[in-house]
C-alpha cells in the first residue's frame, strides 16, 4: 500500500518560469492538504482539497499559486513565474475523512528557483 | 495562522520520560487533536491523534485536559532517535513546533 507520493523530490527552476508539483495520495484517501516549509521554519497551511473541489484555499498567495484536485490523476500545485522567494519544501498531506483519522504525508517536493 | 502554542524547546536525558506541552486555545468540540514529529529533510510523521480521551500507541501517550484547551505528548524513555521538532495541531495549521533535543 504506497504511502502519499510527491514527485519530483527536486526541482530547480529559473526565475519566472513555472513549476508543477504533483500529488498522489493514499489509495482511499479523498483529501489533500498542501504545506510549504521555508528552511528552519515550521509548516504553513497553503490549500485543502477534495477531487474537483477546493475547499479551503486561505493559504495560499493570492497571485502566481494554483491548486487543482481532479477526478483523475494527482493533485497539482502551479506556481507560474517563480520567484527565489519560492524556495521551499512543498509537502502534501492526504486523509481519509476531514483530517478526523490523522494525515499522512508524503516526503516533500524541494524547490529551488535559481 | 496556527491555532495552537508550543515552547520553542526542550531538552531531555536518554531513557528518561519527556512531556511535551501544547495549548489549545480555540479548539472547537469536532476538532480532533494531533501530533506530528518532523527530522531534517524528511516529512513530517504521525505520532497520535485523539479527541476526548487519553490515547496510547506504541510510540507515545496523548493526554488530553477534561476542557481540551491543552494536551500533552508523553514519550516514556526517550531515544536519541526520539529527536526531532514536534508539531501539534488541531486543525489543519501547523505552529512553530518543540524542537526536542535529547542527550545520550
Known amino acids: 500500500n504506497a504511502g502519499v507520493m510527491q514527485n519530483p523530490r527536486h526541482l530547480v527552476r529559473r526565475r519566472g518560469q513555472e513549476a508543477r508539483l504533483r500529488c498522489s495520495p493514499m489509495?482511499?484517501?479523498?483529501?489533500v492538504y498542501w504545506y510549504r516549509q521555508l528552511p528552519e521554519e515550521g509548516l504553513k497551511f497553503m490549500v485543502y482539497?477534495?477531487?474537483?473541489?477546493?475547499?479551503?484555499e486561505s493559504g495560499m498567495p493570492k497571485e502566481r499559486f494554483s491548486a487543482e484536485f481532479p477526478k483523475e490523476g494527482p493533485s497539482i500545485l502551479r506556481i507560474q513565474q517563480v520567484v527565489r522567494g519560492d524556495s521551499a519544501a512543498y509537502f502534501c498531506?492526504?486523509?481519509?475523512?476531514?483530517?478526523?483519522?490523522?494525515?499522512?504525508f508524503g516526503s516533500g517536493t524541494r524547490l529551488t528557483v535559481v | 495562522d496556527a491555532k495552537t502554542t508550543q515552547p520553542n524547546s526542550m531538552e531531555s536525558n536518554e531513557e528518561e520520560p519527556v512531556h511535551l506541552p501544547c495549548n489549545h486555545s480555540?479548539?472547537?468540540?469536532?476538532?480532533?487533536i494531533h501530533w506530528y514529529r518532523q527530522l531534517p529533510s524528511q516529512g513530517p510523521e504521525y505520532v497520535i491523534h485523539g479527541l476526548t480521551s487519553n490515547v496510547n500507541n506504541r510510540m507515545a501517550s496523548l493526554a488530553i485536559a477534561e476542557d481540551r484547551k491543552s494536551s500533552t505528548l508523553i514519550l516514556h524513555r526517550a531515544t536519541l532517535r526520539d529527536a526531532a521538532v514536534y508539531y501539534c495541531?488541531?486543525?489543519?495549521?501547523f505552529g512553530a513546533g518543540t524542537r526536542l533535543t535529547v542527550k545520550p
Open positions: 482539497l477534495q477531487k474537483e473541489n477546493i475547499i479551503d
Open positions: 480555540t479548539i472547537s468540540g469536532t476538532d480532533y
Open positions: 489509495k482511499g484517501h479523498s483529501h
Open positions: 495541531i488541531d486543525d489543519m495549521r
Open positions: 498531506a492526504s486523509s481519509p475523512l476531514s483530517g478526523g483519522e490523522g494525515y499522512t
